[in-house]
């Protein structure tokens, strides 16, 4: 009989970190290693994933693994961030580079292709994706059609990055709905089929079947069953839509924060799309409600600002204590007030703010805080009316960070907010969709404990 643990290897790929994870069968958490891999830079000098080291990670991850005297690979998933197309050619080599979501796109070419297909307002409600440019991931290959016709001629396949990490391994070519639902422009979420513009322009032929989220996409080492991977931000609900039956909201925090109503199927309306609403498709091909917000990346930016201005390091952040005298100080200045228009940007207030004006790091770092809350509650709240919605789930970064989860509980003070202690739901989520195909225990009960945060009346 084999010592060997069994195990699923996880890949988890966000536009900062990269996670190589292994759970055991009780989905706990038992190998976990991150990197930083360095960007490159696209034929316009912006930068971009350099998808050869991305890949190199992949297999050299993989292949060490597989040598680890104390695991059992049973099966392997990914999951990523969307809006990201790796290009395959016939021979099946990839077509650099895999292209940044937050690169500007061409206006006179956007226009051209909202006047051919209907307009803005009615195109956006029936694909549920905001106008975005390069985060309509369909649209970077009608860029490419218009832009670079012979390049386009090239691509026989073209694998949204979870489907790409697959195809690293197994070399099956496939699509997902998770990640052609995800604000790419490609599906109509009234037909539930590609919106027609896909056929039209020749974009449908180079996007391989669907396979649902629980199929095999391939096998490694021959014997390895491969799943063809999921969204980042679909992958991140599985857990809690089989753990929790009652009206939630998820908000998954990372570079962005977004937040999912699995039980929001309500049709997008203009005034939602203008505030970056959009509709995600499950893992089941059912539609989610969700809102997004920048946030992740602006406390980033901000943190850097903040540590080179008093003189210490970027990670402070983590050693600031709640200070409830100064919060309760800081709600009398507007944090519960109604919010305004313009909350939706990318950059809070924090950004142009005077850091002279405070007195210690901790007090500047309460105020960027404060202020991406109070986007944050604008943001949530677009995807609340309509739904019996009582509780926040928050997982990922900010769940971790009790200065936000305090301020995130005063803000909605009628509803229930938890942290999860699981921050890798993505990664968790990933596993239990392919459970079947490795796992021989039931799915637990207890995949997520969850920390309650009360509103804070006083110090």
């Given amino acids: ?3 060997r643990l069994p195990v699923i290897a996880i890949f988890d790929v966000g536009k900062t970190n990269k996670k190589f994870l292994l759970f055991a069968e009780d989905y706990k958490i038992v190998h976990e290693q991150a990197v930083q891999l360095e960007e490159t830079k696209d034929e316009d000098g912006f930068p971009c994933e350099d998808v050869f080291a991305l890949t190199n990670w992949i297999k050299q991850s993989f292949e060490e693994i597989t040598n680890d005297t104390r695991f059992e690979i049973k099966a392997v998933n990914f999951s990523a961030y969307g809006a990201s197309f790796v290009y395959i050619d016939e021979h099946r080599r990839v077509i650099p580079p895999l292209y940044n979501y937050l690169k500007p796109f061409p206006q006179p070419l956007l226009q051209k292709f909202y006047e051919t297909y209907g307009g803005q307002s009615e195109f956006s409600k029936i694909t549920a994706s905001p106008v975005l440019g390069n985060l309509n991931s369909g649209m970077q290959l009608y860029r490419e059609k218009w832009e670079k016709p ?3 001629q090239q691509i026989k396949a073209a694998l949204h990055l979870p ?13 997902d709905i998770t990640s052609i639902g995800c604000h790419t422009n490609l599906w109509n979420f009234e037909q539930n089929r590609y919106h027609e513009w896909v056929k039209i322009e020749g974009v449908q032929q180079k996007l391989p079947d669907i396979i649902p989220c ?6 490694v080492n021959k014997s390895i069953p491969v799943a063809g991977g999921l969204h980042d931000s679909s992958a991140a609900l599985v857990p809690y ?8 909201v998820l908000l998954s925090t990372g570079t962005w924060c977004i937040s999912l109503n699995p039980f929001n199927h309500s049709s997008l309306s203009d005034d939602e799309l203008q505030k970056d609403c959009l509709c995600y498709l499950s893992y089941e091909g059912k539609p989610v409600k969700a809102s997004r917000l920048f946030a992740g990346y602006e406390h980033e930016q901000q943190v850097k600002r903040i540590a080179a201005h008093f003189d210490v390091g970027v ?3 983590k050693d600031v204590k709640v200070n409830f005298e100064f919060l309760n100080s800081l709600k009398t200045t507007g ?6 228009e313009g909350a939706m940007i990318s950059y809070s207030k924090f950004a142009k703010r005077d850091l002279s004006e405070f007195t210690n790091y901790g007090q500047a770092y309460h105020q960027l805080i404060k202020d991406i809350i109070e986007q944050q509650i604008q943001s949530t709240s677009l995807v609340l009316p309509g739904t019996s919605v009582n509780r926040i789930f928050v997982d990922g970064g900010f769940s971790n960070n009790s200065i936000y989860m305090h301020m995130l509980a005063d803000a909605f003070p009628d509803m229930e907010v938890y942290a999860a202690s699981v921050s890798q739901a993505s ?8 459970h079947e195909h490795w796992n021989t225990s039931d799915i637990p009960p207890n995949l997520i404990d969850l920390k309650s945060y009360s509103r804070q009346t006083s110090g």
């Fill in 335 to 340: 944090l519960l007030e109604h919010p305004r």
């Fill in 427 to 434: 990664a968790l989520g990933a596993a239990v969709v392919f």
């Fill in 214 to 219: 629980n199929a095999i996409a391939g096998y």
């Fill in 150 to 152: 012979i390049v386009f």
């Fill in 315 to 317: 990670e402070q952040y």
């Fill in 1 to 3: 009989m084999s010592s």
């Fill in 163 to 175: 489907q790409y990490l697959s195809f690293a391994l197994t070399s099956s070519l496939l699509s």
């Fill in 241 to 248: 839509l089989a753990s929790f039956h009652e009206p939630f």
